[in-house]
């Protein structure tokens, strides 16, 4: 069964630094490009980023680059999205996608 | 960036009808246009990838089509359970830009 499992959420002070994680069981982790996707309350869904492989190359939204560094490591089989500065904006829920599998999302809330 | 319009942006069927749901592209992306659908408190799910192919699993009610710049989602015979957000994703060009979402109800 295909799982992926993202933790590190919650609230965090505007400027502060955050960390998420997302876990991946049941395919080949490091075979497949990963990706972040956001959704603020009431918005659609927003393309936060993606990663290759074999980490070697990320793309990012326009928007999103400087502030979020997406990462992996293919030995746990974890994708990370380090935020950072965050802002009342970034209040969200963030989902870990890849192979066309998402996990349930992470929600992010940005306020003091 | 390219830009993905969908429309409606909210729409409202019978059940049995037949539903189109539309995303037109800014620029060319070939067919590498994927539907999601998107219930409340759930991830999205894949409908459609490559803009005509049924992702595991969704039921052949579902189907994509393309003409030209214009990407449909069709469902031949609505049920209740679909229900959801539609978005509409490319993924030809970085930074892979998604629509803004056709809410679908039943009547």
């Known amino acids: 069964e295909v799982k992926l499992v993202e933790s590190g959420g919650g609230l965090v002070l505007p400027g502060a630094s955050l960390k998420l994680s997302c876990i991946v069981s049941g395919f080949t982790f490091s075979d497949y490009w990963m990706r972040w996707v956001r959704q603020a309350p009431g918005k659609g869904l927003e393309f936060i980023g993606e990663?290759?492989?074999?980490?070697?190359?990320?793309n990012y939204a326009p928007s999103m680059k400087g502030r979020f560094t997406i990462s992996r490591d293919n030995a746990k089989n974890t994708l990370y999205l380090q935020m950072s500065s965050v802002r009342s904006e970034d209040t969200a829920t963030y989902y870990c996608?890849?192979?066309?599998?998402w996990g349930q999302g992470a929600s992010v809330t940005v306020s003091s | 960036d390219i830009q993905l319009t969908q429309s409606p942006s909210s729409m409202s069927a019978s059940l049995g009808d037949r539903v189109s749901l539309t995303c037109q592209s800014s620029?060319?992306?070939?067919?590498?246009l994927s539907w999601y659908q998107h219930k409340p408190g759930k991830p999205p799910k894949p409908m459609i990838y490559?803009?005509?192919n049924l992702a595991d699993g969704v039921p052949s009610r579902f189907s994509g089509s393309r003409s030209g710049s214009d990407y449909s989602l069709t469902i031949s015979s609505l049920e209740s359970e679909d229900t959801a957000i539609y978005y509409c994703l490319q993924y030809d060009e970085y930074p892979l830009t998604f629509g803004s979402g056709t809410k679908l109800e039943i009547k």
């Open positions: 490559y803009a005509t």
């Open positions: 990663i290759k492989p074999d980490g070697s190359k990320t």
């Open positions: 620029q060319g992306i070939g067919n590498y």
């Open positions: 996608a890849g192979m066309d599998a």
